[in-house]
Nanobody, 126 residues
Framework: VQLQACGGGLVQAGGYLTLSCVAS????????LGWFRQAPGKEREFVAG????????YYADSVKGRFTISRDSARNTVYLRMENVDPEDTALYYC????????????????????WGQGTEVTVSS
């Protein structure tokens, strides 16, 4: 499975940005997609995850109410709408993929990440 993320860039604080990620290759019939981020000098952290049906969605507390994850399963694509961004949101954002049992929960807890994308950089200026 390959994950191709795009949409990163430079945005002013308070602004918005939308990231997208397309899954390709031997994807499962149902799988979870999500986003993580890693700021310079910090560990990679969970941002948001969404199940195949979009029924199960998780967010990190730091982005609740500002970020929205969604997906178009027919297009194997996941989106992350980032609003009211803050300089603390500056990071390399990675797309993640999980299949199998409880894929979205496993992603949220980082118990298991089956595939990572290459990352797209988001810089928020103050």
């Amino acid at each position: 499975v390959q994950l191709q993320a795009c949409g990163g860039g430079l945005v002013q604080a308070g602004g918005y940005l939308t990231l997208s990620c397309v899954a390709s290759g031997r994807t499962a019939s149902a799988y979870a997609l999500g986003w993580f981020r890693q700021a310079p000098g910090k560990e990679r952290e969970f941002v948001a995850g969404i199940s195949w049906s979009s029924i199960t969605i998780y967010y990190a507390d730091s982005v609740k109410g500002r970020f929205t994850i969604s997906r178009d399963s027919a297009r194997n694509t996941v989106y992350l709408r980032m609003e009211n961004v803050d300089p603390e949101d500056t990071a390399l954002y990675y797309c993640a993929y999980n299949e199998g049992k409880h894929p979205t929960s496993a992603m949220r807890t980082r118990a298991r990440i089956d595939y990572w994308g290459q990352g797209t950089e988001v810089t928020v200026s103050s």
